[in-house]
Antibody
Framework: QLQLRESGPGLVKPSETLSLTCTVS??????????WGWIRQPPGKGLEWIGS???????YYNPTLRSRVTLSVDTSKNQFSLRVTSVTAADTAMYYC??????????????????WGRGTLVTVSS | QSVLTQPPSVSAAPGQKVTISCSGS????????VSWYQHLPGTAPKLLIY???KRPSGIPDRFSGSKSGTSATLGITGLQTGDEADYYC???????????FGTGTKVTVL
């Protein structure tokens, strides 16, 4: 069974960089059939899609976060990562990593998010 | 950035049926597949419905999905206490170029 697990600091200071890693087990991140994504949920608010990346580093970013967000993959470790720079209190959220199925190989925007991690809470505070 | 609108809450007695609506526009629901997700606090969200009305393996047929125009609906029949959770619709928005989620609906079993 596919499992995804988020890891990283739970507390980040304002203006610093948030870095999270998602470790995938029970499946290969190098599959051509999937992308790997990040979604977040601020306390008391709804879900926000951050972006998704393929093993060959095709990336879809949320345009509103694009200037501060970097996605990357490490196929040798079966991991993918998220970096958010210049964080503020507005970046405080539960961060989820997930497997994303694209519509097709010729039109790869996300079609469905079929497996999620349990999430990790990141608080931005001094 | 919720461009998909859902009712904040719905409730019903055990065994009854609830429906959750998800209203969007031609740039999202109207021209793309809709998925539904179940989220119990402290757990990983789960895909319930994809491609508007398909269920992943292991999802009981008590859960159903439909789409008409720029709206989608999730139905839950034979309501159980274990169904108490938050439910979100989601789809690709072609104009915004992002995956968008609904505002979320809390299901309460009375």
């Amino acid at each position: 069974q596919l499992q995804l697990r988020e890891s990283g600091p739970g507390l980040v200071k304002p203006s610093e960089t948030l870095s999270l890693t998602c470790t995938v087990s029970g499946g290969s991140i190098s599959s051509d059939s999937y992308y790997w994504g990040w979604i977040r949920q601020p306390p008391g608010k709804g879900l926000e899609w951050i972006g998704s990346i393929s093993h060959s580093e095709n990336i879809y970013y949320n345009p509103t976060l694009r200037s501060r967000v970097t996605l990357s993959v490490d196929t040798s470790k079966n991991q993918f990562s998220l970096r958010v720079t210049s964080v503020t209190a507005a970046d405080t959220a539960m961060y989820y990593c997930a497997r994303v199925t694209p519509y097709s190989s010729t039109w790869p925007p996300p079609d469905k998010i079929d497996f999620w991690g349990r999430g990790t809470l990141v608080t931005v505070s001094s | 950035q919720s461009v998909l609108t859902q009712p904040p809450s719905v409730s019903a007695a055990p065994g009854q049926k609830v429906t959750i609506s998800c209203s969007g526009s031609s740039s999202n629901i109207g021209n793309n597949h809709v998925s539904w997700y179940q989220h119990l606090p402290g757990t990983a969200p789960k895909l319930l419905i994809y491609d508007n009305n398909k269920r992943p393996s292991g999802i009981p047929d008590r859960f159903s999905g439909s789409k008409s125009g720029t709206s989608a609906t999730l139905g839950i029949t034979g309501l159980q206490t274990g169904d108490e959770a938050d439910y979100y619709c989601g789809t690709w928005d072609t104009s915004l170029s992002i995956y968008v989620f609904g505002t979320g609906t809390k299901v309460t079993v009375l």
